[in-house]
C-alpha cells in the first residue's frame, strides 16, 4: 500500500537493507515492523526497501514502500520530510562502498529537521575516506545511537564518533517462531525422520575477504562428510543469501555422501526458517543470523568465524572454542564438531541462559526507540494528530 499518510498517528520510516536479499535483514524488518505496529496501530510506517515490490508481499503491515535505490533526490526528501522519525534498521551495512549511500537519507533528514534513531546497527570494516567521514559526520547527529555488538562500538568510536553509544544486541533475537511444517519438509525431499544438521555457507567479498574459497568448499564438504558418517545425519545447506545457494552446490559437489545432502530451495518467511532450526541436531556455520537461529532454538552450534560480529555473538552466547576456515585446521575443525555434539547437554543451560540475557538487551533497544518516539509525542502540535475530515457524498 503506498500514498499519502493520513495526518493521526506518528509517521516513522525505517531504512535498511531490505528486499529480500538476505534473511537476516528481513528478520530484523519483522521485528522492528512488529514492535513499531504493537505499539500505535494508527502508525504510518514508511519502508525505504531497495526491493520495493518484494517488501510490499512480504511485510503487509508497512503502510507505504520507497524504493530508494536509483530514485531522485528529490523523491526520496519529499518522502523523509514527512517523517517524524526515521530509524537507521539493525543489520550490517555501515562498511566500505556501502556506508555511504544509506547515510545519505539520514543526512537529508537531519537537514530537514526530522528525528534519527539507530537501531542496534553494525559497522565495519571501515577504512575507506570517505565513508569515515560519513559515518563520523552522519551518526553523530542521530538522536540516539544504538549498536548491536561491541565490535561496532570499537569500529565507530575508531573512526571517530564522538557520542554517547549503547552497546545490546541484534534485533533478531526478538524473531517469533513460526512452523515449518511436515510437508515443507517433504517438499524439500528431506526425511521426515531422519536426523538433520544445518550448514550455512557464505560467498566472499568485503565482510569475507580473506575468504579462500577453493580451501573453505573442500574444508565444508570434509566437514558435511564427518557429520554424515559419525552421526547418520542428512546435511541441510540453508542459504541466508541468495549467493549461497551456489556456494552451498560447490561444497556439495565435493561430498563423497552428497546423497545425504539437501539445499533448502523453497522461499521462507525469517519465522519459518527459525521454526526449520528447531528441527536440526547441529549447525555449523558462518552466517550470524544463521547462528542466531541455531542459538534461539537451543541448537548446538559451531561457528565458523570471519568478520568481528561472528567472533562477539559467539562470545556473548558462550559458544564452543573456536577455529579458523583454512583447510589445513580440518583436524581441529572435526575434533571441535565431536566434542561439541558430546558435550552440549551439559552447556544447553548455560548457553540458553546466555541467549535469554541477549533476549532483554535486544528489548533494551525497542525501549530506547519508543523513548524517542513518546518524546516526539509530546512535542507534536495537537493539530497534528487530530483526525482530518473527509469530504462527503
Request: proline share 4%; hydrophobic share 45%.
Amino acid at each position: 500500500m503506498t500514498g499519502a499518510a493520513p495526518q493521526r498517528g506518528l509517521r516513522i520510516g525505517v531504512l535498511g537493507s531490505y528486499g529480500g536479499f538476505n534473511i537476516g535483514d528481513e528478520s530484523i524488518l519483522t521485528c522492528v515492523l512488529g514492535r513499531l505496529r504493537a505499539w500505535r496501530a494508527d502508525a504510518w510506517l514508511v519502508v525505504f526497501s531497495r526491493n520495493a515490490e518484494h517488501t510490499r508481499i512480504h511485510h503487509p503491515c508497512a503502510d507505504e514502500v520507497v524504493a530508494w535505490e536509483g530514485a531522485s533526490q528529490s523523491r526520496l526528501t519529499d518522502a523523509v520530510s514527512r517523517l517524524d522519525l526515521l530509524i537507521l534498521g539493525g543489520g550490517g551495512f555501515l562498511y566500505d562502498g556501502e556506508a555511504r549511500r544509506y547515510l545519505r537519507l539520514v543526512h537529508a533528514a537531519h537537514v530537514l529537521g526530522v528525528r534519527t534513531f539507530a537501531y542496534a546497527i553494525g559497522a565495519g570494516p571501515l577504512r575507506e575516506t570517505d565513508d569515515r567521514q560519513a559515518v563520523r559526520t552522519v551518526i553523530t547527529e542521530m538522536d540516539e545511537v544504538v549498536v548491536r555488538d561491541e565490535e561496532s562500538e570499537l569500529v565507530l568510536e575508531e573512526v571517530g564518533v564522538d557520542r554517547e553509544i549503547t552497546v545490546t544486541a541484534d534485533p533478531a533475537l526478538l524473531l517469533p517462531r513460526e512452523d515449518f511444517t511436515d510437508q515443507m519438509l517433504l517438499h524439500e525431499g528431506i526425511p521426515g525422520d531422519a536426523r538433520l544438521v544445518g550448514l550455512s555457507v557464505r560467498e566472499p567479498g568485503r565482510a569475507a575477504e580473506h575468504l579462500d574459497v577453493a580451501d573453505y568448499h573442500a574444508l565444508l564438504a570434509e566437514v558435511a562428510d564427518f557429520l554424515v558418517r559419525r552421526f547418520d545425519t542428512y546435511v541441510v545447506f540453508m542459504p541466508m543469501e541468495s549467493q549461497d545457494i551456489r556456494h552451498a552446490h560447490a561444497v556439495l559437489s565435493h561430498m563423497t555422501a552428497a546423497d545425504r545432502g539437501r539445499i533448502l530451495n523453497g522461499t521462507y518467511r525469517p519465522g519459518q526458517i527459525l521454526g526449520f532450526m528447531g528441527r536440526l541436531s547441529l549447525a555449523v556455520g558462518m552466517r550470524l543470523h544463521f547462528l542466531i537461529f541455531a542459538a534461539l532454538s537451543g541448537v548446538p552450534f559451531l561457528p565458523l568465524p570471519y568478520a568481528g560480529k561472528v567472533f562477539d555473538f559467539a562470545r556473548r552466547v558462550g559458544a564452543p572454542a573456536l577455529v579458523g576456515v583454512a583447510r589445513e585446521q580440518a583436524g581441529l575443525l572435526l575434533a571441535e564438531v565431536d566434542r561439541l555434539w558430546d558435550e552440549y547437554p551439559q552447556r544447553r543451560d548455560a548457553m540458553c541462559s546466555h541467549v535469554g540475557a541477549l533476549r532483554e538487551r535486544s528489548e533494551e533497544t525497542w525501549e530506547r526507540c519508543r523513548a524517542v518516539l513518546e518524546d516526539i509525542e509530546l512535542r507534536r502540535p495537537a493539530s497534528a494528530s487530530a483526525p482530518v475530515s473527509l469530504p462527503t457524498g
